[in-house]
Structure formats: C-alpha cells, structure tokens
C-alpha cells in the first residue's frame, strides 16, 4: 500500500478469528448445563455476535476503507501490570489442562490463555497504531472482554483486563500522563475500577444499569480512594434508560469530565448490551445513541488529545442488532458512511422511554456533583 492509500484510511480495526474460538462451553447465557433442569445452550459470551459484527463491516463499503491491524499476543509482563503472577498461572494452567472454571460465569477452554493473551495484545496493538499516528482512532474487536476482571480472579467471562493493561502499556511505554478510560458497557466496569481505585493519572467513568452486574459495585458513592479519589466516576442510569438519558449523561457528565482531566489518550470499553434488544441489559439503546456517543468521546479527543481513541470491544449479546450498532460506531470513526440502514432502528425509536425521565435526570445529577474532584 503506498503512504496516499494510507493516509485516507483514518480509522484501525482488530479481528482475529481465534477472538471466536476461546470455547465457553454450553450454559444457559451464564448458567451451567447440569444434565437435569438447565439444558445446554448457547453461552451468554456468543462468539457468534462478535462475527456477526465484522462480517456486516465486511458486506459494506468500509470494509476496504479501514486500517486492519493485526493482533499481537500481549506478553506475560503486559499481563503482570495488572494482574497477579498466581492468577496468570492460574489461567495458564487451566488452558493447557484442556479448560475448566476460573470462577463462577467466567470459562476457560482449551489454548484460551493464549486467545486471551491475543485479546489484550489486539488493544494494544490498536494504540500503538494511534499514537505511531498511522491512524487517527482505532476499534479492537476482541474475545475474551477484559473489563470485569479483577487483578486476581477473572469475572463475568473476561480473563484479562484489556483496558486496563493498555492504559498502564500507554503510560509505561510511552510516557503518557494521563488516560482516561470510558466505559459504556450496560455492566459495572469494575475490574477497571479496581485497577486504579488509587490512582489519580487514570480517570474511569461507567456508566451504567444500576445494579445489573456486579450488584455491589458501581454505586456513584464509589469513587475512588487515597489520590484517586474523585477520579473514578460511576454512573448507574435506573433501568429502562433510553438514548435521550445517554445523550443527558454524556452531555452533562462525561464530557465535562474528560475536559476537566484533559487526558493524553482516551480508552473506550465497548459493550453494546446497552441495546433495547439486548438478553441481559434492559436499557433502551440503539444504533443511533451509539453513533452520538461515539461522536461525544471523539470531541472530546479532539479537544484534548488529538483525537487519540481507541475502542475496546466488551459485552453484548444480541445477535440481530450489536452488528448495526458496530457499523454506526465504525462509521461515525471513520467519518464514512456507507448507507446501510439499521432495520431495527425505527421500531426502538418508537417504544416508550425515549424520553428523559426525572428519576434518570436525578440520577445524572448525582453523578454531576462528582465533577468537582476531576482536576
Ligand atoms: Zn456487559
């Protein structure tokens, strides 16, 4: 590819195919199978989704226009920033053993230590072609998630913290400051949260469905300690939150709060189980609340990094629908709009609960008093 051809690609992509081959096994979304009651299913961490979602980028025109970056297993020392030398083992263990349980909802199959090593290294990867300034914001479609996992014990099927093992990465290898990481999964992020209850050069903001998972975490009370506090923001949105309350929370709150930190870089770990159609999630989400969202971090980018972002891909569970949500958020990277349209996208403008709510307003209100501690 010669340097004209690159320089009109703007926006990076990550995919492996092994993202779909780290085996889960066959609970009922994250019940076990027990041979008596809970028949074998499809597990709730469907690889299915995440291939569903980059064969729609395939089928349209920007497939072509984006920067594919290949993944690279992150190395057992980008592990270590983060996580425990006995949970590594741990893993790595268990994945050469043929699998088993880390804990309760989180499985481990077979070689899926070294998946979860090339799920990390495709975040990293992503933020190295950003700041190497070959691209301008990056999408890592990655497998397992990373955002619930705690430094010594994985949750909620994420393994490693990919998030948070790239924030340390960017800050340890290249001497960034400050990273900022926003996290609009419809779950706590709690394992990023952890990572830097602490520390106050990585501002964390979720937001949320209040009490939806973990349900002792995410409480907008819970806001950090010792230097960090005030630089962990949760935003838990009551249930039944739809993309008005988003726009609210984004406009209102996160945005100010990235102004406010002026961050070297900006990390975004990207569930879309915030969708209306989502099994678990019960917000009112839809392509077009993702495309607002996606324009609101990259403003904020613009303003205080150079539009330095890279997407992390998290939870979301809805075959039909995460595909759509994908493409408005790659077209919205990218700047290029390929004229496919969202065909569920009508149907969720019209239920009942596309408007901003007092309880949800209040809610966002409590979260802006936050604000205040973000310097
Ligand atoms: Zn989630």
Same mark, same amino acid.
């Given at each position: 590819?010669? =340097?004209?051809?690159? !320089?009109?690609?703007?926006?990076?992509f990550v995919w492996h195919e092994s993202y779909a081959w780290h085996d889960t096994g066959t609970p009922a979304l994250f019940v076990p199978a027990d041979g008596k009651t809970v028949q074998p299913d499809i597990s709730g961490d469907d690889p299915e989704v995440k291939r569903r979602f980059r064969n729609l980028l395939e089928m349209s025109s920007l497939w072509d226009k984006l920067h594919h970056i290949k993944p690279r297993p992150a190395a057992?020392?980008?592990?270590?920033?983060?996580?425990?030398?006995? %949970?590594?083992?741990?893993? $790595?263990?268990?994945?050469?053993?043929?699998?088993?349980? *880390?804990?309760?909802?989180?499985?481990?199959g077979p070689n899926s230590y070294e998946i979860a090593l090339l799920s990390t290294g495709g975040v990293m990867a992503a933020a190295d072609a950003v700041l190497e300034g070959n691209i301008r914001n990056a999408y890592a479609l990655v497998r397992p998630p990373g955002h619930h996992a705690m430094p010594d014990e994985g949750q909620g099927s994420?393994?490693?913290?990919?998030?948070?093992?790239?924030?340390?990465?960017?800050? +340890? !290898?290249?001497?960034?400051?400050?990273?900022? *990481?926003v996290d609009w999964d419809v779950h706590h992020g709690n394992g990023t949260e952890a990572a830097f209850w602490s520390d106050p050069n990585v501002l964390t903001i979720?937001?949320? !469905? =209040?009490?939806? @998972?973990? !349900? =002792?975490?995410? @409480?907008?009370? $819970?806001?950090?300690?010792? +230097?960090?506090?005030? @630089?962990?923001?949760?935003i838990p949105l009551p249930p039944g939150s739809g993309v008005p309350a988003y726009q609210a929370t984004f406009d209102q709150v996160v945005v100010p709060a990235l102004d406010r930190f002026s961050p070297d870089f900006i990390l975004v770990a990207s569930g879309l189980d915030a969708g209306a159609l989502?099994?678990?999630?019960?917000?009112?989400?839809?392509? =077009?609340? %993702?495309r607002y969202l996606?324009?609101?971090v990259m403003a904020a980018a613009d303003t205080s990094c150079d539009g330095r972002l890279v997407l992390c891909h998290e939870g979301g569970y809805s075959r039909a629908t995460v595909p759509f949500y994908g493409l408005a958020i790659m077209e919205q990277?990218?700047? *290029?709009?390929?004229?496919?349209?969202?065909?569920?996208?009508?149907?969720? $403008?019209?239920?009942g609960g596309q408007e901003l709510l007092p309880h949800q307003q209040s809610a966002i209100d409590k979260a802006g008093q936050l604000l205040g501690g973000v310097r």
């Open positions: 590819m010669n =340097d004209t051809a690159m !320089q009109n690609k703007n926006t990076g057992e020392e980008d592990i270590l920033r983060v996580h425990g030398r006995g %949970y590594l083992e741990r893993v $790595q263990s268990l994945s050469r053993s043929g699998g088993g349980e *880390i804990s309760p909802m989180t499985m481990c994420c393994i490693f913290s990919n998030i948070a093992i790239t924030a340390r990465y960017l800050m +340890d !290898q290249y001497g960034l400051e400050r990273v900022a *990481i979720s937001i949320h !469905q =209040d009490r939806c @998972f973990p !349900q =002792d975490r995410g @409480f907008v009370e $819970q806001c950090g300690e010792d +230097d960090g506090e005030g @630089f962990n923001l949760n989502d099994p678990i999630g019960r917000m009112l989400m839809h392509s =077009d609340g %993702y996606t324009e609101a990277l990218s700047g *290029i709009n390929t004229g496919i349209e969202d065909p569920f996208l009508e149907m969720v $403008q019209g239920f």
